[in-house]
């Protein structure tokens, strides 16, 4: 099947079936749609009037979608997420500062890298939307222009770690792990561009950050020694208030109430006294008068990151509906800590129905999947395998797998790795398993469903460019088609990663695009983290005699334990810094990549 045939055929699917969407609707129609049910809540917790009908509620039941986060790491010290007015994401992974844009899905990457080094502890955008501010462990603020992808400026803030950031206007707030926070006015010289210094917090790195948005200038700190402080930028030095927020560990959570001036929600805390109600808790504060108007106890901080996380979880009846749903995902097999890592990164699925969605979808994946390791990994990327009607949205599509002779291993593969693909409009799906058959793809072959998983991401536009580029470096159209079926996701890999890899093999190993269209595998690989170190350490195996060159891709594809045994560890006594110099080069490679 020739390539101007994928595209009529993906052009006539994406003509046939038109994208589905869900529009919002409103809790309340007095209120404004995004903050109508969380002031619903809010109006509950507050009111005296106990004979006030209950109400119907309404909510998102489904994520719009799940990010694939590897490398992000959490730590009460980082802020490593934020969103920007105009939709726009920042997440810092593996130490890189990503922009990604949910409507186009483009990435781009801001390297911080810098003389006398600095990895990067928090990040927030400026209310222009187009700035941003990024923290780093030594001290240092670069404000970055994100649509130019410049580094206009770095701010010596202080010699201590920068784990808490927060614009008001022009003004950017930071938190250090010295307890200090501090205004610096980016627009003045480097000498003068701290404007304030609020002192307060005693005990170690500031964990959280947030001006009101009201006109009554406030800002609340929170720290690893439990306090919140509210401060009044037009005071100097001293804090309006001191709020016990949690007896230990430290505050993180902190949200000014939208739509109700002096009212700030915190939450954290870890260990400490069980009896304790300050750990584990949800506290709402009148910052005019510093008391705790209410609170919602759960009696454990994982419980209270739930709640931080899904804010509905708070309406719940803690006893009827959320304590079954725990003991139920145990009773299938999941032990506390793994329980306790789900329901942390995926609280809305405590929000299903027990009995109608909760349990019967639960078996029914346990059924085709078996492994709930694998069950965990689907959930993390979408929710709708536990609250949507898989008999509607699911099913159908594994009967179209089925009718195909694809193995139940492959179905499997596919649900636990691209669960959203498994969840398309089954008309949609039926023509994008038609579509990798007619391709050539063998049914028996994990591939088969690889490739579903891969077409069902680009489009007529993907496809020509992307063969546009293959095309460029050498390979013909046969080539590129062979090299899809034996590696789908190669179409998917950006235009810079495949000019990268293909230099790199080409003029280094002398691997032809001939070759390389063999081996498509290869251009997935990492170059900095594995290709280069361990081509480093076969050329001086080479240069020594201990090894012939060959044109084997074997010791690219083994596994690093494996490669240390066989390439590294064996040839110690001959090479005894053999070790030294694969980690050394390692290392290097990875920072030339970032720098």
Request: hydrophobic share 40%.
């Amino acid at each position: 099947m020739e390539f101007d045939d994928v595209s009529q055929l993906r052009r006539r699917r994406d003509r046939e079936i038109p994208l589905l969407s869900f529009p919002m609707t409103p809790v309340n129609p007095d209120v404004p749609s995004k903050w109508g049910h969380y002031r619903q809540i809010l109006n509950d917790l507050f009111s005296n009037n106990s004979n006030n009908t209950k109400k119907r509620k309404r909510s998102v039941l489904y994520s719009d979608r799940v990010l694939d986060a590897i490398g992000l790491e959490d730590a009460d010290h980082l802020n490593v997420l934020d969103w920007n007015p105009s939709i726009l994401l920042s997440i810092v992974l593996d130490d890189t500062v990503h922009l990604w844009n949910p409507n186009s899905s483009a990435d781009c990457v801001l390297t911080t890298g810098e003389s006398g080094g600095g990895s990067v502890t928090s990040v927030s955008w400026a209310p222009d939307g187009r700035h941003i501010a990024i923290g780093l462990d030594n001290g240092r603020i670069q404000l970055w222009d994100a649509e130019g992808k410049r580094k206009l400026r770095t701010l010596m803030s202080r010699s201590s770690r920068i784990g808490a950031l927060a614009w008001q206007g022009n003004i950017l707030t930071s938190g250090g792990s010295d307890g200090l926070v501090i205004d610096s006015d980016p627009r003045l010289p480097s000498s003068s561009v701290v404007v304030h210094t609020y002192r307060g917090h005693r005990r170690g790195d500031i964990c959280g950050l947030e001006w009101a948005d009201s006109g009554f200038k406030q800002l609340a700190s929170g720290g690893r020694d439990g306090l919140v402080y509210i401060w009044d930028s037009r005071i100097e030095d001293r804090w309006m208030f001191r709020l016990r927020a949690a007896a230990t560990g430290a505050v993180r959570a902190l949200g000014w109430c939208p739509f109700r001036e002096n009212l700030l929600a915190t939450g954290g805390g870890v260990g400490g006294d069980a009896d304790d109600d300050s750990n584990g808790s949800i506290k709402f504060w009148n910052t005019r008068t510093g008391d705790c108007v209410s609170s919602v106890t759960t009696g454990s901080s994982q419980i209270a990151n739930l709640i931080t996380k899904c804010p509905i979880l708070i309406a719940s009846n803690w006893d009827k509906t959320i304590k079954p749903k725990f003991y139920y995902l145990q009773s299938a097999g999941y032990s506390s800590s793994d329980l306790a890592s789900l329901l942390s990164s995926i609280p809305h699925i405590l929000t299903a129905s027990l009995e109608n969605r909760l349990k019967p979808n639960f078996e029914l994946l346990k059924s085709i999947i078996g492994s709930n390791k694998l069950i965990a990994s689907a959930l993390r990327q979408t929710t709708r395998l536990i609250q949507g009607n898989l008999e509607t949205d699911f099913l159908p599509n594994v009967k179209t797998l089925e009718s195909c002779g694809i193995p139940n291993t492959s179905i499997a593969k596919l649900v636990g790795l691209h669960p959203r693909v498994i969840l398309m409009p089954n008309e949609n799906f039926k023509v994008t398993v038609e579509l990798i058959r007619e391709m050539g793809f063998n049914p028996l072959s994990t591939m088969f469903v690889h490739g579903v998983a891969a077409v069902s991401r680009f489009n007529h536009s993907t496809w020509k460019k992307k063969l546009g580029v293959y095309k460029s470096l050498g390979w013909s159209q046969k080539e590129v088609m062979s090299a899809f079926v034996r590696q789908p996701f190669c179409m998917l890999l950006s235009e810079k990663k495949i000019r990268k890899a293909m230099d790199f093999y080409v003029k280094e190993l002398k691997w032809g695009p001939s070759f390389l269209s063999v081996h498509p595998v290869l251009l997935n690989l990492s170059l900095e983290k594995r290709v280069m170190p361990r081509c480093s350490v076969t050329s001086l195996l080479e240069a020594e005699g201990l090894m012939t060159k060959s044109s084997s891709v074997h010791f690219l594809m083994i596994t690093e334990k494996d490669f240390l045994d066989k390439y590294v560890i064996r040839y110690k006594n001959q090479i005894p810094k053999l070790l030294d110099a694969y980690r050394a080069d390692s290392q290097k490679a990875c920072s030339e990549a970032i720098l």
